[in-house]
């Protein structure tokens, strides 16, 4: 592998930086605090191509490998994970999902939007009583002539208030666990499918983040992605290329950590020195650096086997199990400089810890990426 960038991917990089620099950094603060980043950014995302990444140019896309996406999204996460995860969820999840398993009509009705940021899509996976097991779903699709009828409940749904079309996952059989699950393209203003936001979260507080219940939901045949019975394949091989951008966006939380520990190290003194000078505070932050350094060449080998059409599921349920743990300990590692002033959110680590805490657990906890590795080494499912 080439760790070099190209000058496209370098562009890209550096167009990231400046969006960020300019539309992100400042607000940051007053998103967090009101718990709700401003719409307007969907657009300019997409403007921008970010919502485009990987997608074809016919289907309104901007091309571009993952690598590029992986440097998108982790300067995304170095200014906001609530931004990033706008990217992460409408584009990786959802975007890239239509892309890889659906119909032609299906890809021109909704990828166009979603692309350009007209459209947010949302990933109806998990629910009220299942998150890790998610084969044993409960919302079910029946079949009524040429629609289903869709009953149940999703929990815990980015983007879900703002969404104008959920990828829905529906039992629709009783086949037992995942092989009764279907998934289904639903726009959000279906009669029947209600939302209603989640508040109070401990991180990604500007992130739209809701229940969905679905009561009666006629959905046509015709919005079933890919056939009858393989919704689970479905979700389980959009999670497997979301962990990595999952992974990219840690090791901007990572990257702002270290940033912020470095320059406030330089700042403040105690013992009539700058704390940089203090052996123990260069520990802190070593131990940061090393841990950005190491998530992020194991999240670059993710896009680097995508990009080259080799298996990389395991791979990158490593990455995002590692960048995930690394978050955390960066973001905790920062605070620690700060001292008393990274408890008051003024300055940026007490925020960066409270986002990076969710990314051990949402897309896979950090117990179910082990528990996948260690059944690809040995061979034997703990399910």
């Known amino acids: 592998m080439n760790l070099e960038l190209s000058e496209e991917q370098t562009a890209v990089k550096r167009l990231a930086e400046d969006f960020v620099a300019r539309e992100i950094t400042p607000n940051v603060v007053a998103w967090d605090r009101a718990e709700s980043v401003d719409r307007a950014v969907v657009k300019k995302l997409g403007d921008l191509g970010f919502l485009g990444l990987t997608i074809d140019a016919e289907y309104g896309g901007s091309g571009g490998d993952h690598l590029a996406y992986c440097l998108v999204t982790e300067e995304l996460g170095r200014g906001d994970s609530s931004v990033r995860g706008i990217v992460s969820v409408s584009l990786g999840l959802v975007a890239k999902t239509v892309a890889a398993w659906g119909a032609e009509e299906q890809k021109r009705r909704w990828l166009p939007g979603l692309t350009s940021g007209e459209y947010v ?31 149940g409940a999703k929990m815990f749904i980015t983007n879900g208030t703002w969404a104008d079309v959920v990828l829905l996952f529906a039992r629709t059989n009783d086949a037992p666990g995942h092989k009764g699950v279907s998934a289904f393209l639903v726009p959000t203003d279906t009669p029947g499918l209600d939302r209603r936001a989640v508040h109070g979260k401990l991180g990604l507080r500007g992130q739209a983040t809701a229940e969905l219940t679905f009561q009666d939901v006629r959905v046509p045949a015709s919005a079933m992605l890919a056939p009858e019975g393989k919704g689970f394949s479905v979700a389980m091989s ?34 009539g020195k700058p704390i940089a000078r203090h052996q123990l505070v260069q520990e802190l932050i070593s131990d940061i650096a090393v841990d ?39 973001a905790n590692n920062a605070l620690q400089v700060f001292g008393g002033y990274g408890y008051i959110d003024e300055y940026p680590v007490g925020k960066l810890l409270r986002d990076a805490r969710v990314m051990t657990l949402y897309e896979g906890t950090s117990q179910i990426q082990k528990l996948v590795i260690g059944r690809a080494l040995t061979g034997v499912s703990a399910f």
């Open 121 to 151: 899509g949302c990933f109806g996976l998990t629910e009220p009583g299942t998150g890790s097991d998610a084969g044993n779903l409960t919302t079910r699709a029946v079949r009524d002539g040429g629609d289903y009828v869709v009953n």
């Open 238 to 271: 959009a999670l497997a290329k979301g962990r990595m951008s999952v992974a990219a966006g840690c090791v901007g939380i990572a990257r702002a950590a270290l940033d912020a520990a470095v320059r406030y190290a330089g700042e403040r003194e105690q013992f």
């Open 292 to 330: 950005v350094d190491a998530a992020r060449l194991l999240t670059w080998r993710v896009a680097d086997l995508i990009d080259r059409g080799q298996p990389f599921a395991t791979e990158s349920s490593k990455a995002k199990l590692f960048a995930s743990e690394a978050a955390v300990r960066a």
